[in-house]
């Protein structure tokens, strides 16, 4: 059974830090590409962050130099550093297994809310 859990979310101030978690477990971790993706209300899902199976990074312009994506295989888990938030980073944060040849998979969200 497969399950991908995100945690982490919760109430910052601005300018204050998060460390976001996937779980992920019922498929070869290793071998998928992980995505960070945000939807924030009103508006549509779009991609903050990637790392791919061998490990290279890719960063939306406005979270680069601020977010961090990582992975940890032997757990089975990725994870968002997140730093020096701001109020538009407010949004449900999405993982996002995906495979070229198999099914994607989608975590449930977690609600990151920047406000003073």
């Known amino acids: 059974q497969v399950q991908v859990v995100e945690s982490g979310g919760g109430l910052v101030q601005p300018g204050g830090s998060l460390r976001l978690s996937c779980a992920a477990s019922?498929?070869?971790?290793?071998?998928?590409?992980m995505k960070w993706y945000r939807q924030a209300p009103g508006k549509e899902r779009g991609l903050v962050a990637v790392i791919t199976s061998g490990g290279s990074t890719y960063y939306a312009d406005s979270v680069k130099g601020r977010f961090t994506i990582s992975r940890d295989n032997a757990k089975n888990t990725m994870y968002l550093q997140m730093n020096n938030l701001e109020p538009e980073d407010t949004a449900v944060y999405f993982c996002?297994?995906?495979?070229?040849?198999?099914?994607?998979?989608w975590g449930q969200g977690t609600q990151v809310t920047v406000s003073s």
């Open positions: 019922g498929f070869t971790f290793s071998r998928y590409n």
């Open positions: 996002n297994a995906a495979h070229p040849a198999r099914p994607n998979y």
